[in-house]
Every structure is written in C-alpha cells, then in structure tokens.
C-alpha cells in the first residue's frame, strides 16, 4: 500500500516462457548445481511510455507486477476515498470475464493475485500465458466497475477502515501526513467517513481513465527474459498512452494532530521535512536514519550510551521505545523520531541533539552504510517492489552496489546538515493515546 502507487503482482509457481533453455543447460552435465549467474536488471521505456524493468534469475518460478503510479496522492477532494476502492475491486469484473472467471482463470494457470491469493499446481503455463497476462492486464486497466459491484464494496471499506482504527501506528502515521501537508501527500490511504457509500462506479472510471496511463506504469518482472516482458508490454499495455499529468507538488505546512483515548501506551511522531526522493539530501537522512535507528530501536534504559540522542534518552527504567522515522517521496520527506511510551511518561517526548562530534567515527558509518540498502532487497518480492518503485519514480534501475557507491560519497557533513535541518525545521506532531502528559508540538 502506498501513497506514490498500486499495484497488482501475480506469482506464478512456475515459469513464464522463456524457462526452456535455461533450463534444458541446467540438467545436462553431470552437475544438478549449475546455477545460473542472475542477470543484470535491464529497463526500457516503450514509446508509449511504459517502463519495462525485469531481472532473469533462472529462478523456477516468475513474478510479475504492474506498477501505476495512482496512489491516493492523485486523489482530489472530490474523490478521495478512490483509491482504496480500487484496491479493494481488483478482483472484480472485467471486460470480459466476470468476477468469478478471473478467480478461476488466474487459479488455472497456477497464478496467484495479490490481495486474492490461491495456490493450485501447474500444468500447461505454455498454452495459457498469455491469457494469464490478459488477466492481470485486465484486471489493471478494464474493470467494469459495475455499480452494485462497487456498492457491495462499502462493508468492506469499513471493515478495513475498523481494522486500521486499532492500529495506534496506523492512526498516528495517517494523521502525520494529513497534518505536515496541504495537498496530495496529506490523503489518507484509507477512504474518509464522508466518502464512505458515495464514490460510485463512475468516479472509479473516472479515476482510471484519468490516471492509469503507460507512462505512468511500470511492468515489472523477475525470472522472466526481458525480450518477453518488453512484447507483453507492446501487446497488452499499450492503453491510454500519454504521460497524464503529473499531479500537483506536495506543500509542507506542518502542524499538529491529536488523538486522545485511554490507551496508556502513548504513540508520538515528530517530525520536519526532510528531502525528495532519490536527491543526494536524501541519502544523507536515510544514513542518518539509519544511525539513529542504530542506536535507538531498544528500550529506553538500555541506550542511555548513545550519545547521538541525548534528548531523548534519559535514563529510566520505563518502557520508552524510539526509532527514527522517515517517509521519502517523489517531491518531498518527513524525517523525525516515532516513540512508544507509558502516557505517564510520555512528556519526556523531545527532539534529540544531535553533535556532530558524536556521530559514529567512519569504520562504523561505512558499514551502516553498506548494510543499508541490501536488507530489503532479500526478498523476491521485497525486490520486485524495489525493482517497480525505482523504475516509476525515475524510469531507471540503481542497483544495490551502485547505491552503495553513492552512499560512500555522503560525507560526515551532510549527514550533520540532514540532521540540523531536522532540529531547526517546521515541525508536525501526531500523537495517540492518554494524551495528558504528552506535551504539544510547540512545547517540544
Ligand atoms: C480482456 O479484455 C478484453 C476486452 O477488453 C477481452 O476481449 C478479453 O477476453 C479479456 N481477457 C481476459 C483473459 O479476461
Ligand atoms: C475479492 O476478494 C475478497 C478478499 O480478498 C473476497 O472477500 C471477495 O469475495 C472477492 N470478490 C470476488 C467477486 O471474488
Ligand atoms: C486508542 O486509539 C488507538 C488508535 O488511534 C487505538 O489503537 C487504541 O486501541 C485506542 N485505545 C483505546 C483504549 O480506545
Ligand atoms: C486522476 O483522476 C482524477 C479523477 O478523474 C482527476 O481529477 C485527476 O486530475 C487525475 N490525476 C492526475 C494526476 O492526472
Ligand atoms: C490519563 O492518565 C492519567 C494519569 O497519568 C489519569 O489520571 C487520567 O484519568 C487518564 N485519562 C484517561 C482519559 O484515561
Ligand atoms: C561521488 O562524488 C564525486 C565528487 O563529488 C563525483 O564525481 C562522483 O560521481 C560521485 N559518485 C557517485 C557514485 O555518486
Ligand atoms: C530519505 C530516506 O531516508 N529514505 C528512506 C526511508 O526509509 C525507506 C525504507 O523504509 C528507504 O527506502 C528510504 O530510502
């Protein structure tokens, strides 16, 4: 779920086409273990906008995605609330084939939806393939929306909308957003009470006409050739081409958000804005991040050592958790402190001083620095997420060692600067919880 994006991702259980080959070299020499060097990621931009980024990994089985870039970002305060009904109506009617024919058409070919997950076997992927990128094409781009289709959607709009109320985290990030921004990045990934019943299918068209242009997708695979993504690209996304407009550039305001109730555990987000995304500034807070992050996702009395974060770490023995925060965006940032504390001592919530003479000599950054951006990736889908957020946002592929080159070039300085800017800037404040205690954003 993203502010930025949807998507839709199909697992396969085996491979799309070009498996032959890779695997026919893989059993014949005496050796089963011959494994294939994965391939560089290969990206291209069709004429029509879409971005192609795959990575062949021999793996036996494939991944695919569709990246849109029409996020609840995109949503205007005629429509908000969109965004999450198309998430919920992935699965339903489209041109074509009818709600229950998708199932049982992605089922079929051994595929898996996201947001419906079903696992059968395999049998003739060869013969189906393209049917099944119909379906997840289909499914992305021609839904019917059919009205009581959509209207059927409300209880579960509120079903998800009551899950989401539980989560303190959900609620003080939700918050954040809306209170740090004036526009686009303020909406809520979750559909406003007034919204709830009223965004008809006609709105949901409209949005997808509107906003699902190629030049706004990416088509995203791996273990899949990128010759083969690149026609599946020609032949089945080539709709509505056209770069649409980009949307309006998020306005920072800061502010302040308060939610009261008689939790004791008190959830508090103070943040500034930090920087755009994929701007060296950025690098620079992600390292810091990091370093706080380091020091600081422990209990309160057990990092009393860190002399990074002296304002917040008192020593005491109450359950005082901090982790530093960050949300990085196409036009814009928040970087800040999230704790998780006792509404008793909740007051104590304040924004660390940073020293620059404290910042962790260089053996220890460099590694910070290395380490960072190759955890996410261990993951196949971690990666294909990755793989499709790069390539909507920039329309190209950093790889993890190139990040880490231009990791190494964030010196001690910038990271310092990252960190003033953080102290001195404009802040926002979310907070959940027995508030009497918690102090107000200009008290901090
Ligand atoms: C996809 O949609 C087209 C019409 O837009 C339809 O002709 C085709 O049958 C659909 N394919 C599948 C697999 O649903
Ligand atoms: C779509 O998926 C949801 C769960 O993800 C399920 O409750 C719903 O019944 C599905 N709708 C159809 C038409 O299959
Ligand atoms: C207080 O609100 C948060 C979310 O805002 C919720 O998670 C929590 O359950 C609520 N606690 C009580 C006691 O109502
Ligand atoms: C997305 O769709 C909505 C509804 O049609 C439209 O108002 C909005 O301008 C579109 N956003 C962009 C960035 O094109
Ligand atoms: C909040 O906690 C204080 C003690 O710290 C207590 O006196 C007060 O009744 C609590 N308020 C609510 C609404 O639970
Ligand atoms: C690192 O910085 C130097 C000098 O500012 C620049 O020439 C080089 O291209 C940078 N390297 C990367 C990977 O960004
Ligand atoms: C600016 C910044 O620090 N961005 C990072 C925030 O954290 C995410 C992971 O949660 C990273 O992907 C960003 O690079």
């Given at each position: 779920m993203s502010r930025l994006s949807m998507f839709s991702v199909l697992f396969f259980q085996t491979r799309l086409y070009a498996a032959q080959a890779a695997r026919k070299v893989e059993f014949t020499g005496a050796a089963e273990h011959v494994k294939f060097q994965p391939q560089d990621v290969q990206v291209t931009r069709l004429p029509s906008g879409l971005v192609i980024a795959s990575m062949e990994n021999y793996s036996p089985a494939s991944k695919i995605g569709v990246f849109i870039k029409a996020g609840c970002r995109y949503e205007t305060p005629e429509n908000q609330g969109v965004t999450h009904l198309l998430r919920l109506a992935s699965n339903l009617t489209t041109k074509g084939a009818s709600a229950f024919k998708i199932c049982r058409g992605v089922e079929a070919v051994g595929g898996s939806l996201r947001s419906v997950t079903f696992s059968t076997s395999f049998h003739t992927l060869f013969v189906c393939s393209d049917t099944v990128m119909e379906y997840l094409i289909n499914v992305t781009t021609a839904q019917e929306f059919r009205p009581w289709e959509v209207s059927d959607l409300t209880p579960r709009v509120k079903m998800d909308k009551a899950m989401a109320a539980q989560s303190d985290q959900i609620g003080v990030i939700e918050g954040l957003h809306g209170a740090a921004y004036k526009n686009a990045l303020c909406n809520s990934l979750y559909c406003p009470n007034h919204m709830v019943g009223n965004i008809q299918s006609e709105d949901l068209h409209q949005f997808v006409q509107n906003n699902f242009t190629s030049a706004r997708m990416a088509l995203v695979g791996l273990g899949v050739d990128h010759t083969v993504l690149k026609q599946v690209g020609e032949q089945f996304l080539n709709i509505r081409s056209g770069a649409g407009s980009t949307?309006?550039?998020?306005?920072?305001?800061g502010g302040e958000v308060r939610f009261p109730?008689?939790?004791?555990?008190?959830?508090?987000?103070?943040?500034?804005?930090?920087?755009?995304?994929?701007?060296?500034?950025?690098?620079?807070?992600?390292?810091?991040?990091?370093?706080?992050?380091?020091?600081?996702?422990?209990?309160?009395?057990?990092?009393?050592?860190?002399?990074?974060?002296?304002?917040?770490?008192?020593?005491?023995?109450?359950?005082?958790?901090?982790?530093?925060?960050?949300?990085?965006?196409?036009?814009?940032?928040?970087?800040?402190?999230?704790?998780?504390?006792?509404?008793?001592?909740?007051?104590?919530?304040?924004?660390?001083?940073?020293?620059?003479?404290?910042?962790p000599h260089h053996k220890l950054f460099n590694k910070l620095k290395a380490g960072h951006f190759l955890m996410s990736l261990e993951t196949s889908e971690g990666f294909l997420e990755a793989m499709g957020t790069q390539a909507l946002a920039e329309g190209t592929y950093c790889s993890p060692e190139e990040i880490s080159k231009k990791i190494d070039n964030v010196s001690l300085t910038d990271v310092a600067n990252a960190a003033k800017k953080f102290v001195s800037g404009k802040k926002t404040m979310a907070s959940s919880g027995n508030l009497s205690k918690t102090p107000f954003v200009d008290e901090i």
């Open positions: 949307g309006a550039t998020s306005q920072y305001r109730n008689t939790s004791s555990m008190v959830h508090a987000a103070v943040v500034s804005q930090s920087a755009a995304a994929g701007s060296s500034e950025a690098l620079a807070f992600s390292v810091l991040q990091h370093l706080l992050g380091a020091g600081l996702h422990v209990k309160r009395g057990s990092c009393a050592s860190s002399k990074l974060v002296q304002g917040v770490t008192k020593a005491t023995a109450d359950p005082f958790d901090v982790s530093a925060f960050n949300a990085s965006y196409s036009d814009s940032g928040l970087f800040g402190v999230y704790t998780i504390s006792q509404a008793a001592v909740a007051g104590d919530v304040s924004i660390p001083q940073f020293r620059h003479e404290s910042i």
